[in-house]
Protein backbone atom coordinates (compact mmCIF):
# COMPACT_ATOMS: atom_id res chain seq x y z
CA UNK A 1 0.00 0.00 0.00
CA UNK A 2 2.96 2.50 0.01
CA UNK A 3 4.80 3.97 -2.30
CA UNK A 4 8.75 4.40 -1.52
CA UNK A 5 9.09 7.66 0.68
CA UNK A 6 11.03 10.39 0.48
CA UNK A 7 13.83 10.22 2.10
CA UNK A 8 14.03 14.24 2.00
CA UNK A 9 10.64 14.75 3.22
CA UNK A 10 8.99 12.20 4.79
CA UNK A 11 6.10 14.27 5.36
CA UNK A 12 5.47 14.27 1.44
CA UNK A 13 2.44 12.07 0.63
CA UNK A 14 3.91 8.69 -0.14
CA UNK A 15 0.90 6.01 0.76
CA UNK A 16 -1.43 5.03 -1.87
CA UNK A 17 -4.35 5.84 0.46
CA UNK A 18 -2.87 9.69 0.50
CA UNK A 19 -1.74 9.90 -3.52
CA UNK A 20 -5.04 8.01 -4.78
CA UNK A 21 -7.86 10.45 -3.71
CA UNK A 22 -5.75 13.60 -5.18
CA UNK A 23 -5.03 11.80 -8.82
CA UNK A 24 -8.50 10.25 -9.44
CA UNK A 25 -9.77 13.91 -7.86
CA UNK A 26 -7.58 15.95 -10.36
CA UNK A 27 -8.71 13.76 -13.33
CA UNK A 28 -11.93 14.17 -12.77
CA UNK A 29 -11.64 17.91 -12.21
CA UNK A 30 -10.06 18.35 -15.74
CA UNK A 31 -12.95 16.21 -16.72
CA UNK A 32 -15.76 18.33 -15.25
CA UNK A 33 -13.86 21.32 -16.53
CA UNK A 34 -15.55 20.15 -20.07
CA UNK A 35 -19.11 21.03 -18.39
CA UNK A 36 -19.44 23.98 -20.60
CA UNK A 37 -18.57 21.91 -24.44
CA UNK A 38 -20.58 18.97 -23.99
CA UNK A 39 -23.46 20.50 -25.63
CA UNK A 40 -20.98 21.44 -28.71
CA UNK A 41 -20.59 19.58 -31.91
CA UNK A 42 -16.87 20.80 -31.98
CA UNK A 43 -15.40 17.46 -32.51
CA UNK A 44 -12.17 18.24 -31.57
CA UNK A 45 -13.05 19.01 -28.26
CA UNK A 46 -14.96 15.89 -28.03
CA UNK A 47 -12.06 13.70 -28.88
CA UNK A 48 -9.65 15.61 -26.82
CA UNK A 49 -12.77 14.98 -23.82
CA UNK A 50 -13.02 11.08 -24.81
CA UNK A 51 -9.15 10.67 -24.07
CA UNK A 52 -9.74 12.49 -20.47
CA UNK A 53 -12.21 10.41 -19.84
CA UNK A 54 -9.95 7.34 -21.41
CA UNK A 55 -7.43 7.99 -18.77
CA UNK A 56 -9.70 8.87 -15.70
CA UNK A 57 -11.08 5.31 -16.45
CA UNK A 58 -7.76 3.59 -17.13
CA UNK A 59 -6.75 5.27 -13.84
CA UNK A 60 -9.85 3.79 -11.77
CA UNK A 61 -9.86 0.56 -13.22
CA UNK A 62 -6.34 0.23 -12.50
CA UNK A 63 -7.02 0.50 -8.59
CA UNK A 64 -10.41 -0.63 -8.63
CA UNK A 65 -9.74 -3.89 -6.11
CA UNK A 66 -8.70 -1.87 -3.92
CA UNK A 67 -11.63 1.03 -4.01
CA UNK A 68 -14.98 0.07 -2.76
CA UNK A 69 -17.81 -1.52 -4.14
CA UNK A 70 -19.39 1.04 -5.91
CA UNK A 71 -16.50 1.58 -7.98
CA UNK A 72 -17.85 -0.87 -10.16
CA UNK A 73 -21.50 0.68 -10.49
CA UNK A 74 -19.55 4.22 -11.23
CA UNK A 75 -17.58 2.62 -13.97
CA UNK A 76 -20.62 1.40 -15.66
CA UNK A 77 -21.60 4.70 -15.82
CA UNK A 78 -18.10 6.40 -17.07
CA UNK A 79 -17.59 3.78 -19.95
CA UNK A 80 -20.82 5.14 -20.93
CA UNK A 81 -19.62 8.41 -21.34
CA UNK A 82 -17.12 6.85 -22.86
CA UNK A 83 -18.72 4.48 -25.66
CA UNK A 84 -20.92 7.37 -26.67
CA UNK A 85 -17.81 9.31 -27.57
CA UNK A 86 -15.70 6.94 -28.83
CA UNK A 87 -19.14 6.24 -31.38
CA UNK A 88 -18.81 10.28 -32.38
CA UNK A 89 -15.30 10.44 -32.44
CA UNK A 90 -15.75 7.24 -35.02
CA UNK A 91 -18.33 9.08 -36.81
CA UNK A 92 -16.14 11.92 -36.77
CA UNK A 93 -13.39 10.20 -38.15
CA UNK A 94 -15.25 8.77 -41.01
CA UNK A 95 -16.80 11.23 -42.16
CA UNK A 96 -13.88 13.28 -42.77
CA UNK A 97 -11.81 10.42 -44.51
CA UNK A 98 -15.30 10.10 -47.30
CA UNK A 99 -14.92 13.88 -47.34
CA UNK A 100 -11.50 13.60 -48.54
CA UNK A 101 -11.90 10.24 -50.64
CA UNK A 102 -10.66 10.99 -54.32
CA UNK A 103 -13.78 10.42 -56.65
CA UNK A 104 -11.51 10.72 -59.49
CA UNK A 105 -12.82 6.76 -60.62
CA UNK A 106 -16.33 7.02 -58.90
CA UNK A 107 -19.13 6.93 -61.43
CA UNK A 108 -22.43 8.56 -60.88
CA UNK A 109 -24.43 5.73 -58.81
CA UNK A 110 -21.45 5.58 -56.56
CA UNK A 111 -21.26 9.26 -56.09
CA UNK A 112 -24.89 9.39 -55.15
CA UNK A 113 -24.07 6.07 -53.00
CA UNK A 114 -21.57 7.81 -51.38
CA UNK A 115 -23.45 11.08 -50.68
CA UNK A 116 -26.29 9.20 -49.22
CA UNK A 117 -23.84 7.44 -46.86
CA UNK A 118 -22.15 10.75 -45.25
CA UNK A 119 -25.51 12.26 -45.06
CA UNK A 120 -26.88 9.23 -42.70
CA UNK A 121 -23.58 9.41 -41.13
CA UNK A 122 -24.17 13.11 -40.29
CA UNK A 123 -27.66 12.16 -39.15
CA UNK A 124 -26.39 9.25 -36.82
CA UNK A 125 -23.76 11.90 -35.63
CA UNK A 126 -25.99 14.17 -34.83
CA UNK A 127 -28.20 11.78 -33.06
CA UNK A 128 -25.15 11.09 -31.04
CA UNK A 129 -24.00 14.70 -30.32
CA UNK A 130 -27.69 14.64 -28.96
CA UNK A 131 -27.56 12.36 -26.45
CA UNK A 132 -24.72 13.54 -24.85
CA UNK A 133 -26.01 16.70 -22.85
CA UNK A 134 -28.14 13.73 -20.90
CA UNK A 135 -25.93 11.69 -20.33
CA UNK A 136 -23.11 13.90 -19.01
CA UNK A 137 -26.05 15.21 -16.42
CA UNK A 138 -26.40 11.99 -15.32
CA UNK A 139 -22.69 11.11 -14.53
CA UNK A 140 -22.85 14.57 -12.74
CA UNK A 141 -25.61 13.93 -10.48
CA UNK A 142 -24.98 13.65 -7.12
CA UNK A 143 -25.85 9.97 -6.49
CA UNK A 144 -23.49 9.16 -9.24
CA UNK A 145 -20.24 11.04 -7.24
CA UNK A 146 -21.03 9.54 -4.45
CA UNK A 147 -20.27 6.34 -5.44
CA UNK A 148 -16.46 7.47 -6.15
CA UNK A 149 -16.45 8.97 -2.76
CA UNK A 150 -17.87 5.99 -1.60
CA UNK A 151 -15.00 3.81 -3.33
CA UNK A 152 -12.32 6.51 -2.10
CA UNK A 153 -13.07 6.07 1.88
CA UNK A 154 -11.80 2.34 1.49
CA UNK A 155 -8.52 4.13 1.39
CA UNK A 156 -9.07 5.33 4.78
Known amino acids: KAF ?4 RNPRKPHQLGHV ?8 LSTIRAYDPFVGDTD ?10 VQRFHYLISCFEPMLGETTAPYLVD ?3 IEDLLERISEAS ?4 RLIHLPRT ?3 K ?3 QALKDYRRDLRTRRQ ?3 DQLPALWEDFNVRRTQENLTQSLLVLL
Open 20 to 27: LPALLHKQ
Open 78 to 80: LTR
Open 93 to 96: RTLY
Open 43 to 52: SEVLIELRED
Open 105 to 107: NLG
Open 109 to 111: EQL
Open 4 to 7: RANA
Open 127 to 129: NLY
